[in-house]
């Protein structure tokens, strides 16, 4: 069975940064598109970038473009979140998630992903 596993979060200033990553167990990885979600208290879970199978096309939610970059590295099963001039509104458990298809949807929601890890706190002090 596929497992994700999050880490890298924690408390952060805002206007700092901190980098997510996501470790991935199973065979499937190489040809899975990649997400990452956020949901913070009384809110949905949103997607907030991914990634196709090959790292070659992105998406990112117009909250976080031009500050979250999200990568993958398919020799070592990791997809990082890369999280730069943070604000008190990042604040949420942030979670990755597998397609189980190498494509992305034009705007990724949370029922295009099959997999999910158990998410990372994220807290943007202000």
């Known amino acids: 069975q596929v497992q994700l596993v999050e880490s890298g979060g924690g408390l952060v200033q805002a206007g700092g940064s901190l980098r997510l990553s996501c470790a991935v167990s199973?065979?499937?990885?190489?040809?899975?598109?990649m997400g990452w979600f956020r949901q913070a208290p009384g809110k949905e879970r949103e997607c907030v970038a991914a990634?196709?199978?090959?790292?070659?096309?992105?998406y990112y939610a117009d909250s976080v473009k031009g500050r979250f970059t999200i990568s993958r590295d398919n020799a070592k099963n990791t997809v990082d979140l890369q999280m730069n001039s943070l604000k008190f509104e990042d604040t949420a458990v942030y979670y990755c998630?597998?397609?189980?298809?190498?494509?992305?949807?034009?705007?990724?929601?949370?029922?295009?992903?099959?997999?999910w890890g158990q998410g990372t706190q994220v807290t943007v002090s202000s």
């Open positions: 199973g065979r499937t990885f190489s040809m899975s598109a």
């Open positions: 990634i196709n199978f090959t790292g070659r096309s992105t």
């Open positions: 998630a597998t397609r189980l298809v190498g494509a992305l949807p034009l705007i990724p929601g949370t029922t295009d992903f099959y997999f």
